[in-house]
Every structure is written in C-alpha cells, then in structure tokens.
C-alpha cells in the first residue's frame, strides 16, 4: 500500500447519527461518564469560549476523555439565538474523533450540534431525576428551544411526568412549545414565572444574563437543575436560591466556580466554595434527602461527556 496515497476521512452527517445515536445509548453513556467524571476518571482541559455580541451568538470548543478509552474527542458547538428569525437553527456544531493510541483522527461528525442537545438534555434529565422528590410530579421548564423541549422529553423517559409548565419572554413560543410537548404525549400549557418556580422540578434551558426566577418563590421540596449558564457572562439561577439549597450539585466543579450559576453563587456569599458535590456521584445511589430540601444542579457540561457518547454512536456507525 502506498502510505502517501490519500486516505478518506469517515464523515457521518446528522441522518446517521440519529439512527445510531439511541435514547437508551445515550443515556447509558452520559450516566456512565457522569460517574467516571466524579470519580476523577477523565480528562478535560478548560473549554475556550468565543462571544459574538453583534450577532447574539457564542461558540465553545470542548475535549475530553475517559482513561484508558480509545478516542478522545473535539467539539464545536456554537449558539446563535437570532438564527430562528432567519429560518436556521439556534444549535450548529461538529464533533472531530481521535484516536488516544496514534493520534489520528478517525472520523468526523457532522452532527449539527444534535450530540451537544442530546448530551445535555441526558445530563439534565438524568440529574433531574436523581434529585428531585421520588414523588415529584409538575415540571416547569424556563425556555423555549429545542432544550426545553428535550428537557421534558427526555425526563419522561425516566420518570412520570404530569404538567409540565413552560414559561418564556415570547407568548407565542411557549404556546408552539406546548403543542409539540401536547402532541408527543405530555401534558403541557403556558405558566407564569412565579406558577413555574413553584413545581416540583424546574429546569432552566436559557441565554440568561440575569436570573429568570425568583428564588422565594421555590418551594420547600423542589429540585431546581440550570443548564443554560455556560460562559461568565450568562446566569439563570439567583445565588439566594443557591442559599436555601440543602444540597448542590454540580457536573465539574471548576468549570462551576469559573462560569457557572454556582460560581456566581459563591462569590455572592451565598454558598461556599467547597459546598457542591459532584453530580455523578448521585447517580451511584439513591439520595438522601428531606422531602422538605430544596436541591439544585449546576450544569456547565464536560468534554468527556462529548468523548464517551462520540465514541459510542461511532462504534454503532462503524459496525
């Protein structure tokens, strides 16, 4: 064989991935890598962040990988809030699979950005469940995205789910969200910010750059999870709701101090530094918690959880 000849790198476009990219797959993994995470089992280098203000957009290159794995991986994935008004998505991204053992990339995923999604809404929904109250029933989700709608979705995979409350700034958005989760078998309406702070679970899936909710307005036995507070400058959950939590949670706690909804919540005094616990370490056993506590989960979103999956469906996709 001639080493000179031109080799075709494997790209798999975003109709392969979701036919190999399981809900049952993705939820294994991500639970998986969550654990392997919390155990110190990983390695993720800081994520570089880009901001592009003039066109409500950001964009965050992640790595990651999980010792003694065979691909590391990494991701682009970038946001740009306006695109909806233009007819394109919010959400693009690709993921680039290396093996750990040469060095070679082995392939490309064109995904769009869905890996990222579908990541993050296994994490929240996964955490989610783990927290809230085994009798915990309404949702609220703060949002109107494509998350909003897969934070919902996917925690009904693993729990009961009655009303789900969806509260955002655009009326006829959260009417549009509520008819697809109506039309996928939940029970969803509109609800006001404070009617939404008052569920059983909420789960905030926004840009924010201020909190969206009133922290008095929690009740005593609710799970709170943010996954929207993903660069310094954004922030979804208030530091007092941090304040009257009885546990926090958080997916890495530097990544969490640094730009996290928790980071905002320490160097406002309202929890200590060292008062989070790593969320995988939840998924290990049953939590322990009154059902008068209040739990939040800070979300951030770690490269090894892009490794592990990219992995996974890139075993499927090469079968």
């Not at 059983?200 to 929690?218: C, G, H, R």
């Amino acid at each position: 064989m001639d080493a000179s000849a031109p080799v075709t790198l494997p790209a798999f476009d975003t109709a392969a991935i979701k036919k190999a990219a399981t809900p049952q797959l993705v939820l294994d993994t991500i639970r998986d890598a969550l654990i392997a995470h919390a155990e110190g089992r990983t390695s993720v280098p800081p994520p570089l962040h880009m901001d592009f203000p003039e066109a409500d957009g950001d964009c965050h290159v992640k790595a990651g990988w999980i010792t003694g794995a065979a691909d590391f991986t990494v991701k682009i994935a970038t946001g740009f809030y306006g695109n909806p008004r233009l007819g394109l998505p919010s959400n693009h991204g690709l993921v680039c699979v290396v093996s750990a053992r040469t060095g070679q990339v082995r392939a490309l995923l064109d995904d769009q950005g869905l890996l990222t999604a579908w990541r993050t809404a296994a994490a929240g929904a996964l955490i989610t469940h783990a927290m809230a109250r085994p009798t915990a029933a309404t949702l609220a989700v703060f949002g109107t995205g494509e998350q909003a709608r897969l934070q919902a979705s996917w925690l009904a995979k693993l729990r009961p789910v009655g009303m789900v409350l969806v509260h955002g700034r655009n009326p006829h958005k959260a009417n549009a969200l509520c008819d697809e989760l109506n039309a996928r078998g939940l029970n969803a309406r509109p609800a006001s910010a404070q009617e939404a702070a008052e569920a059983d679970m909420i789960i905030t899936t926004t840009p924010a750059t201020a909190p969206v909710l009133d922290a008095t307005q929690v009740r005593e036995g609710s799970h709170v999870t943010g996954i929207g507070t993903d660069m310094p400058h954004k922030n979804e959950l208030p530091p007092a709701l941090f304040h009257r939590a009885r546990l926090i949670a958080t997916d890495d706690h530097a990544q969490c101090l640094d730009h996290g909804d928790f980071g905002h919540a320490v160097r406002a005094g309202a929890a200590a530094q060292d008062g989070d616990i790593a969320a995988g370490l939840l998924l290990k056993a049953p939590v322990d918690r009154p059902d008068t506590a209040i739990t939040v989960a800070d979300l951030t979103g770690v490269g090894a959880l892009d490794a592990a999956l990219a992995s996974a469906v890139l075993g499927q996709l090469l079968r």
